[in-house]
C-alpha cells in the first residue's frame, strides 16, 4: 500500500507537470483554461507532502487519491484541447465546450473534498493551500464567462451561407482577427486540427465539422484576397511620379534578397530574430511555430535546445539600408507595430535611444556594454513603462548573456537590470524562459556583495511564480542564498531571507534548505543581538518546521526557550511563527511540550488563544489542546502506579501467611 501510494502521488505530480507545459490557450477559453490550470499547480505541494509521508494509508485513502487522479488526467486532456484544439470548433461548439469544463471541475471539486488531510500528514500551510483551491472551485462552478456573440453569429452565418462571398467580408474579417487567423502558417494549424477532428471520428467527420472546414476554406480565400490587394497597393505606392502605370512601375520592383526574407512566412522581415539554431526568422512567425507545440527549427529540423528569442540587429540594419537605397518604405520597428501604453519612450528621439543601448549590448566593446547595461538598469527602475517598452526592444536575452562576463560592474549592472524588469509580472516568465537562473546564481556565488544581493532579490522576484519555485530550485540556488543569510550584509541577509521563505514555500524545496546548513543560521538570528532578522528567521523557520528533519534539527537546538519568548512579548505575526515551530516540534515529542510549559508558556499561550491573529489563535488552540491531552496521559500514568504500588504489599503480606502456615 506505501508504494501504490508513492506511486499515484508521483503520477499526481506528472499531471500538473504535463499541464504546466501547456504554453497558451486558445483566445476564446484562454481565461477559463488559465485559471483551470494556476489552481491545479498550487496542488504540487500536497501531493509531495503525501510522496515523502512514511505513513502508511488505508484502502479507502487510497481510493480517493485514485478518483483525484483520474479528475487531474481528464482536466490536462481538456486544457490540451483547448490549447491544441480547431478554434472555429471551440466556438461554435461553446455550450459543449463550457459543458465539459463544468464537468472537470466538479469532478475535481468532489475529489479533493474527500481527502483526509490527517490520514496522510498534510501540513497546515498547504492544507490551507488546498482549501483556498477548493473554495475557488466551489465558486466558479455556477460562473459562466460570457461569450462573444458577434464571433459565433459571424461563425455560424460563414457555415450556413446562402449567397455570394462579398456578402461576408465584414464577417469575414472580424473572425479573422478574433480568431488569430490573418497568416499563413496560423490557417495550416488550424486545418491541421480540424483534421484530426475528422480522424479521431474515424472518419466520420458529421455535419458540423464538415461546415466549419468550410468556414475555414471561406477565411483562408479572404486572407489570400487581402494579401493579394495589399500587394497590389506596395506597387501603387511605389511607382514612379512621371505617370507610369503601377504595372510598368512593378517591373521595376527589385527583388528582395533571400536572405532578408523569413523562412515561414516568405515575406521581409521586420522584427528578425535568431534561434538556438542559428537560423534567422521574423518573431511573429517563430513565435507561433513553438506555441504551436513544435521543438525543433522550421529550416533546419534540428532540435531547439531553447525558446530563446534573440534580436537580430546586424540583419535589421542590412534591410534598413537596403530598402533605403532601393527607395522602398524600410519595414516598421516592432515597437511602433504593437499596441501599448503611452511610454516614456514615445518619441522617436526615446525610441532611437532604446535602439543604440541593445546594439551597444550585443556588439559594444566591454566598456560600451557595461554603460550600456547601467542605463538600462536605471531606465528600468524608473517606471512601468520603461520596463514594457525595454522587454520589448529584447533586452532580457542580451542581460542575461552578460551575466557570464568577468567584468564584475557589467555583471553587477546586468543582474540589477533584470531585477528591475522582473517587477513586471509579463517579464518573469521571459528572464526565466532566456535561461537567466543559472547565471544569476552563479553571480550569487562569486559576484561582488552588491551583485549577490540584488541576485538575491532578482531570485525572490522570480519566485512569486509557483513553477519558477520548482526551477530556481533545482538550478541550485538554495545553497549560496543559505551562506548570504550567514555571512552578507543586513540588507543581503533580508534578501536572502526572502527568497529562502518564498522558496521553501514549494516543498520539495525545504529539504534542500534543510541539508544546506540553514536551520543553525536562523536558530542563532534568533538571539543575535540586533540581528534585526527575527522576522525573517522565525517565519522560515515556520514552513520548515513541518519538515521531519527540519523538526528534528530544529528540536535539536535548544529553540524552544526562545520561542516561549517570542509567544509572550513578539509582535503579532512573531508570535503565531513561534507557536506554529513549537506546534510541529510538541507533535513529535512531548518532552518539548513539558519544557515549554516549565518555562511559563501556559500564560502567554492563553492569551495567544483569545488576542492573536487568526493564525495565531488557531495554532494556540492546538498547543493548549496538546497540554490538555499530556496532562490526562500523567495522571492516568501516575493512577496506573500508583494502583500498582498499593497491590504490591498485599501480595507480600500473602505470601508471608502461606510460608507461617
Same mark, same amino acid.
Given at each position: 500500500?506505501?508504494?501504490?501510494?508513492?506511486?499515484?502521488?508521483?503520477?499526481?505530480?506528472?499531471?500538473?507537470?504535463?499541464?504546466?507545459?501547456?504554453?497558451?490557450?486558445?483566445?476564446?477559453?484562454?481565461?477559463?483554461?488559465?485559471?483551470?490550470?494556476?489552481?491545479?499547480?498550487?496542488?504540487?505541494?500536497m501531493?509531495?507532502?503525501?510522496?515523502?509521508?512514511?505513513?502508511?494509508?488505508?484502502?479507502?485513502?487510497?481510493?480517493?487519491?485514485?478518483?483525484?487522479?483520474?479528475?487531474?488526467?481528464?482536466?490536462?486532456?481538456?486544457?490540451?484541447?483547448?490549447?491544441?484544439?480547431?478554434?472555429?470548433y471551440?466556438?461554435?461548439?461553446?455550450?459543449?465546450?463550457?459543458?465539459?469544463?463544468?464537468?472537470v471541475?466538479?469532478?475535481?471539486?468532489?475529489?479533493?473534498?474527500?481527502?483526509?488531510?490527517?490520514?496522510?500528514?498534510?501540513?497546515?500551510?498547504?492544507?490551507?493551500?488546498?482549501?483556498?483551491?477548493?473554495?475557488?472551485?466551489?465558486?466558479?462552478?455556477?460562473?459562466?464567462?460570457?461569450?462573444?456573440?458577434?464571433?459565433?453569429? #459571424?461563425?455560424?452565418?460563414?457555415?450556413?451561407?446562402?449567397? #455570394?462571398?462579398?456578402d461576408?467580408?465584414?464577417?469575414?474579417?472580424?473572425?479573422?482577427?478574433?480568431?488569430?487567423?490573418?497568416?499563413?502558417?496560423?490557417?495550416a494549424? %488550424?486545418?491541421?486540427?480540424?483534421?484530426?477532428?475528422?480522424?479521431?471520428?474515424?472518419?466520420?467527420?458529421?455535419?458540423?465539422?464538415?461546415?466549419?472546414?468550410?468556414?475555414?476554406?471561406?477565411?483562408?480565400?479572404?486572407?489570400?484576397?487581402?494579401?493579394?490587394?495589399?500587394?497590389?497597393?506596395?506597387?501603387?505606392?511605389?511607382?514612379?511620379?512621371?505617370?507610369? =502605370?503601377?504595372?510598368?512601375?512593378?517591373?521595376?520592383?527589385?527583388?528582395?534578397?533571400?536572405?532578408?526574407?523569413?523562412?515561414?512566412?516568405?515575406?521581409?522581415?521586420?522584427?528578425?530574430?535568431?534561434?538556438?539554431?542559428?537560423?534567422?526568422? %521574423?518573431? =511573429?512567425?517563430?513565435?507561433?511555430?513553438?506555441?504551436?507545440?513544435?521543438?525543433?527549427c522550421?529550416?533546419?529540423?534540428?532540435?531547439?535546445?531553447? =525558446?530563446?528569442?534573440?534580436?537580430?540587429?546586424?540583419?535589421?540594419?542590412?534591410?534598413?539600408?537596403?530598402?533605403?537605397?532601393?527607395?522602398?518604405?524600410?519595414?516598421?520597428?516592432?515597437?511602433?507595430?504593437?499596441?501599448?501604453?503611452?511610454?516614456?519612450?514615445?518619441?522617436?528621439?526615446?525610441?532611437?535611444?532604446?535602439?543604440?543601448?541593445?546594439?551597444?549590448?550585443?556588439?559594444?566593446?566591454?566598456? #560600451?556594454?557595461?554603460?550600456?547595461?547601467?542605463?538600462?538598469?536605471?531606465?528600468?527602475?524608473?517606471?512601468?513603462?520603461?520596463?514594457?517598452?525595454?522587454?520589448?526592444?529584447?533586452?532580457?536575452?542580451?542581460?542575461?548573456?552578460?551575466?557570464?562576463?568577468?567584468?564584475?560592474?557589467?555583471?553587477?549592472?546586468?543582474?540589477?537590470?533584470?531585477?528591475?524588469?522582473?517587477?513586471?509580472?509579463?517579464?518573469?516568465?521571459?528572464?526565466?524562459?532566456?535561461g537567466?537562473?543559472?547565471?544569476?546564481?552563479?553571480?550569487?556565488?562569486?559576484?561582488?556583495?552588491?551583485?549577490?544581493?540584488?541576485?538575491?532579490?532578482?531570485?525572490?522576484?522570480?519566485?512569486?511564480?509557483?513553477?519558477?519555485?520548482?526551477?530556481?530550485?533545482?538550478?541550485?540556488?538554495?545553497?549560496?542564498?543559505?551562506?548570504?543569510?550567514?555571512?552578507?550584509?543586513?540588507?543581503?541577509?533580508?534578501?536572502?531571507?526572502t527568497?529562502?521563505?518564498?522558496?521553501?514555500?514549494?516543498q520539495?524545496?525545504?529539504?534542500?534548505?534543510i541539508?544546506?546548513?540553514?536551520?543553525?543560521?536562523?536558530?542563532?538570528?534568533?538571539?543575535?543581538?540586533?540581528?534585526?532578522?527575527?522576522?525573517?528567521?522565525?517565519?522560515?523557520?515556520?514552513?520548515?518546521?513541518?519538515?521531519?528533519?527540519?523538526?528534528?534539527?530544529?528540536?535539536?537546538?535548544?529553540a524552544?526557550?526562545?520561542?516561549?519568548?517570542?509567544?509572550?512579548?513578539?509582535?503579532?505575526?512573531?508570535?503565531?511563527?513561534a507557536?506554529?515551530?513549537?506546534?510541529?516540534?510538541?507533535?513529535?515529542?512531548p518532552?518539548?511540550?513539558?519544557?515549554?510549559?516549565?518555562?511559563?508558556?501556559?500564560?502567554?499561550?492563553? #492569551?495567544?488563544?483569545?488576542?492573536?491573529?487568526?493564525?495565531?489563535?488557531r495554532?494556540?488552540?492546538?498547543?493548549?489542546?496538546?497540554?490538555?491531552?499530556?496532562?490526562?496521559q500523567?495522571?492516568?500514568?501516575?493512577?496506573?502506579?500508583?494502583?500498582?504500588?498499593?497491590?504490591?504489599?498485599?501480595?507480600?503480606?500473602?505470601?508471608?501467611?502461606?510460608?507461617?502456615?
Open positions: 500500500m506505501e508504494e501504490e501510494k508513492g506511486a499515484v502521488a508521483q503520477s499526481l505530480i506528472d499531471v500538473v507537470n504535463e499541464i504546466s507545459s501547456v504554453s497558451e490557450y486558445r483566445t476564446t477559453v484562454k481565461k477559463l483554461c488559465s485559471n483551470l490550470a494556476r489552481r491545479l499547480k498550487l496542488l504540487v505541494p501531493f509531495e507532502e503525501i510522496r515523502e509521508s512514511n505513513e502508511p494509508i488505508n484502502e479507502d485513502t487510497l481510493k480517493t487519491l485514485v478518483s483525484l487522479k483520474e479528475a487531474m488526467s481528464s482536466a490536462k486532456d481538456y486544457l490540451k484541447f483547448c490549447s491544441q484544439g480547431s478554434k472555429i471551440l466556438v461554435m461548439e461553446r455550450e459543449q465546450v463550457a459543458s465539459k469544463l463544468m464537468e471541475s466538479v469532478q475535481l471539486e468532489q475529489s479533493l473534498s474527500k481527502i483526509p488531510y490527517e490520514d496522510l500528514e498534510i501540513s497546515d500551510e498547504v492544507r490551507e493551500q488546498v482549501e483556498l483551491v477548493l473554495s475557488q472551485f466551489r465558486r466558479a462552478k455556477g460562473r459562466v464567462d460570457a461569450s462573444d456573440d458577434e464571433l459565433y453569429e #459571424d461563425l455560424q452565418s460563414l457555415c450556413i451561407r446562402s449567397s #455570394d462571398l462579398d461576408y467580408q465584414p464577417a469575414l474579417q472580424r473572425v479573422a482577427k478574433k480568431l488569430h487567423l490573418m497568416e499563413i502558417p496560423d490557417l494549424q %488550424e486545418s491541421v486540427a480540424l483534421h484530426e477532428m475528422v480522424a479521431s471520428s474515424g472518419g466520420d467527420a458529421g455535419e458540423s465539422i464538415e461546415e466549419m472546414a468550410m468556414a475555414l476554406k471561406l477565411i483562408k480565400d479572404f486572407v489570400q484576397m487581402e494579401t493579394d490587394n495589399s500587394e497590389d497597393q506596395n506597387v501603387g505606392v511605389n511607382s514612379s511620379s512621371n505617370g507610369q =502605370t503601377s504595372t510598368a512601375a512593378s517591373h521595376k520592383i527589385p527583388v528582395i534578397p533571400d536572405d532578408f526574407r523569413c523562412p515561414i512566412s516568405l515575406e521581409m522581415m521586420r522584427d528578425p530574430v535568431i534561434v538556438s539554431t542559428g537560423q534567422t526568422y %521574423e518573431r =511573429t512567425c517563430i513565435e507561433k511555430w513553438i506555441e504551436a507545440g513544435h521543438s525543433t522550421p529550416k533546419t529540423q534540428q532540435a531547439l535546445t531553447s =525558446t530563446t528569442l534573440t534580436p537580430n540587429y546586424v540583419l535589421r540594419s542590412l534591410i534598413a539600408q537596403w530598402c533605403e537605397a532601393n527607395d522602398i518604405e524600410p519595414p516598421k520597428p516592432p515597437s511602433s507595430l504593437r499596441p501599448r501604453k503611452v511610454s516614456s519612450f514615445s518619441s522617436p528621439a526615446e525610441a532611437n535611444k532604446i535602439e543604440d543601448l541593445m546594439w551597444r549590448l550585443a556588439y559594444g566593446n566591454p566598456e #560600451d556594454q557595461r554603460s550600456a547595461a547601467g542605463e538600462i538598469r536605471l531606465l528600468a527602475k524608473r517606471n512601468a513603462d520603461n520596463r514594457v517598452a525595454i522587454a520589448e526592444a529584447g533586452a532580457i536575452p542580451l542581460l542575461v548573456g552578460l551575466l557570464a562576463t568577468p567584468d564584475s560592474r557589467i555583471q553587477e549592472h546586468s543582474v540589477t537590470a533584470l531585477l528591475n524588469l522582473s517587477i513586471c509580472e509579463n517579464n518573469k516568465g521571459a528572464i526565466v524562459s532566456a537567466a537562473i543559472p547565471g544569476i546564481v552563479q553571480v550569487l556565488k562569486k559576484g561582488s556583495m552588491e551583485a549577490r544581493e540584488n541576485a538575491a532579490a532578482t531570485l525572490f522576484s522570480l519566485s512569486v511564480i509557483d513553477e519558477n519555485k520548482v526551477t530556481i530550485g533545482a538550478l541550485g540556488a538554495i545553497p549560496p542564498l543559505v551562506i548570504l543569510l550567514n555571512e552578507g550584509t543586513q540588507r543581503g541577509k533580508k534578501d536572502a531571507a527568497a529562502l521563505f518564498n522558496l521553501c514555500i514549494y520539495g524545496n525545504k529539504g534542500k534548505a541539508r544546506a546548513g540553514v536551520i543553525p543560521t536562523l536558530t542563532r538570528l534568533l538571539t543575535e543581538p540586533g540581528s534585526g532578522m527575527v522576522d525573517e528567521a522565525l517565519a522560515i523557520l515556520a514552513i520548515l518546521s513541518s519538515h521531519p528533519e527540519g523538526k528534528a534539527i530544529i528540536g535539536s537546538s535548544d524552544v526557550p526562545s520561542l516561549v519568548e517570542f509567544i509572550r512579548t513578539g509582535s503579532p505575526r512573531n508570535r503565531e511563527n507557536a506554529a515551530v513549537l506546534v510541529h516540534l510538541c507533535s513529535g515529542d518532552q518539548h511540550l513539558v519544557e515549554a510549559q516549565k518555562l511559563g508558556l501556559m500564560g502567554p499561550l492563553i #492569551d495567544l488563544a483569545g488576542n492573536g491573529t487568526d493564525r495565531g489563535k495554532k494556540a488552540a492546538q498547543l493548549l489542546e496538546r497540554i490538555s491531552r499530556l496532562a490526562e500523567q495522571k492516568e500514568t501516575a493512577a496506573h502506579a500508583q494502583n500498582k504500588e498499593e497491590a504490591e504489599p498485599t501480595h507480600s503480606a500473602s505470601t508471608t501467611e502461606a510460608a507461617d502456615t
